[in-house]
Nanobody, 122 residues
Framework: QVQLQESGPGLVKPSQTLSLTCTVS??????????WSWIRQPPGKGLEWMGA???????YYSPSLKSRASISRDTSKNQFTLQLSSVTPEDTAVYYC??????????????WGQGTQVTVSS
């Protein structure tokens, strides 16, 4: 059973870089044809797909975040990481990592992490 778990700081100061890690167990992040995504949900708003890294290592980003977001992976640790630069209070959200067969997803399924709250505040 594949499980995903987000980790990272719960509080980030404005203008800093937010860094979150998703640790995957029960399956490899290089397994064919899966995409590994980051999704967030700001308070009172809907889910927003941020970007993904494919089984091949190719990366894809939401156009609205492309200039600030970076997704990478460590296959030896079976982890993938999100870095979001120049954060503002508008980046305050619950951040989820997820696995899916499609590149862009905001449909929760059993292969989502539980989510981690990140607050941007001085």
């Amino acid at each position: 059973q594949v499980q995903l778990q987000e980790s990272g700081p719960g509080l980030v100061k404005p203008s800093q870089t937010l860094s979150l890690t998703c640790t995957v167990s029960g399956g490899s992040i290089t397994a064919n044809y899966y995409y590994w995504s980051w999704i967030r949900q700001p308070p009172g708003k809907g889910l927003e797909w941020m970007g993904a890294i494919a089984y091949s290592g190719n990366t894809y980003y939401s156009p609205s975040l492309k200039s600030r977001a970076s997704i990478s992976r460590d296959t030896s640790k079976n982890q993938f990481t999100l870095q979001l630069s120049s954060v503002t209070p508008e980046d305050t959200a619950v951040y989820y990592c997820a696995r899916d067969r499609v590149k862009v997803t905001t449909t929760p399924n059993r292969y989502w992490g539980q989510g981690t709250q990140v607050t941007v505040s001085s």
